[in-house]
Structure formats: structure tokens, C-alpha cells
């Protein structure tokens, strides 16, 4: 079946600290992926994108990798901060499947100041 | 002005109950879905919408009937309710209907006793 699964369900660092936040997905037909931040209460909040044509993207002190030969997709977050406290999924568009989000498990991601 | 807007937040119903939940996007996009998250915050779509037609049928129960009069609205009727459809619904609109970038309202918590 299709999955997309996460390494740690949790992360806790300290601020200041850069996290890195990991997921794997099965789906090989997947060719566009998303990073999402879901805070308390709030519906998931688009973090930033990439494209399978490439292997890395940068936004404003975040990063995603894609390592797609062993189905790998990471989000580094910089100078992490108390307001990145949230639970974080990354999300996969397989192309054969009209659109469709197939989300991850979600790891809840703690900043202690 | 609220891009993805879901009403109601909160839903308390009983066993047997229909109920609606309704979904307004002011962003143009022609693309619209809901998704179910239950307790351990896992996100799954259920069904999706672009430009007033049906385009994703997740097997979800057909007591779980979408309506979309126009592209910019996508309701979700819910008839005889279970306690297992307990759960944070979000209604989410992209322009890209294979999904890229969607927007999240802020989810209805609906609970079913």
C-alpha cells in the first residue's frame, strides 16, 4: 500500500538549534512533494515544495532534500525558534492519481528555550 | 479575509444525526477537497473537486455526500452519524488540481456521542 512514514514522532530541541525533521514515502510514481506545519488548533500550513526533477530547495531558513533512490525527503529548519513548535508533515502528489495529498504520519517538533 | 474558510469549528452531535459542514474558498482556485484527520492526526483525503466536478471518491461511506454549487464552495453532508466519523475535518483549495500548494481552512472538530 501507499505510505509515507516518518522516522521520529517527536523532535525536541533547543533554540538556536537547527532540526531536521526526515520522512520516506513508497509511491515511485510521487514526483511532487510538500512540507506542511500544522499548529494547535489550525488547519496545515504550506511550508515549502519540491519537484523531483530536483534534489534540494531552499525558502527563508528552511530546506527540503529529496533523495529519490531511496525514497527519502527531509525538512531543515535554521535557528530554530519557539514559534516552530508544531507538528510537521511532508506529503506526496503521485502523478497518476488525480491530485491527491497522501500525507505522512506527522512528527510533533518541541523548542525548548 | 480568511482564504479557506470552514463552518462550523466545533460540531457536537449524537449517534443517528445528520449533519452538514460547509467550506468557502475567496482565492479563485478551481480545485477543492476534504480531508479526515483523526486522533493520531493522520490526514487522509476523502474527496476532491475541481471546477464543480467530482475528481477523487476516497471509499469513503457514501453517508458522506460533498456538495459543490459553485467552485468556490464545497459542503460536506453527513448522514447518520457514527462515533468512529469523530475526527478534525479540513476543507483545502489549490489552483493546481494535482494539488500543489493547497490552502487548509481551519478544520471542524466534529464529535459524535
Known amino acids: 500500500g501507499e505510505s509515507v512514514g516518518l522516522h521520529l514522532p517527536t523532535l525536541s530541541v533547543q533554540e538556536g538549534d537547527n532540526s531536521i525533521i526526515n520522512c520516506a514515502y513508497s509511491n515511485s510514481a510521487s514526483d511532487y512533494f510538500i512540507w506542511y506545519k500544522q499548529e494547535s488548533g489550525k488547519g496545515p500550513q504550506f511550508i515549502i515544495d519540491i519537484r523531483s526533477n530536483m534534489d534540494k530547495r531552499q525558502g527563508q531558513r528552511v530546506t527540503v532534500l529529496l533523495n529519490k533512490t531511496v525514497k527519502h525527503l527531509s525538512l531543515q529548519i535554521a535557528a530554530t525558534q519557539p514559534g516552530d513548535s508544531a507538528v510537521y508533515f511532508c506529503?506526496?502528489?503521485?502523478?497518476?492519481?488525480?491530485?491527491?495529498?497522501?500525507f505522512g504520519q506527522g512528527t510533533e517538533l518541541s523548542v525548548k528555550p | 479575509d480568511t482564504a479557506v474558510s470552514q463552518t462550523p469549528k466545533y460540531l457536537v452531535t449524537q449517534m443517528g444525526n445528520d449533519k452538514s459542514i460547509k467550506c468557502e474558498q475567496n482565492l479563485g482556485h478551481d480545485t477543492m477537497y476534504w480531508y479526515k484527520q483523526d486522533s493520531k492526526k493522520f490526514l487522509k483525503i476523502m474527496f476532491s473537486y475541481n471546477n464543480k466536478e467530482l475528481i477523487i471518491n476516497e471509499t469513503v461511506p457514501n453517508r458522506f455526500s460533498p456538495k459543490s454549487p459553485d467552485k468556490a464552495h464545497l459542503n460536506l453532508h453527513i448522514n447518520s452519524l457514527e462515533l468512529g466519523d469523530s475526527a478534525v475535518y479540513f476543507c483545502a483549495s489549490s489552483q493546481d488540481p494535482r494539488g500543489g500548494g493547497a490552502f487548509f481552512g481551519q478544520g471542524t472538530r466534529l464529535t459524535v456521542v
Open positions: 506529503a506526496e502528489t503521485p502523478g497518476n492519481q488525480g491530485g491527491k495529498l497522501i
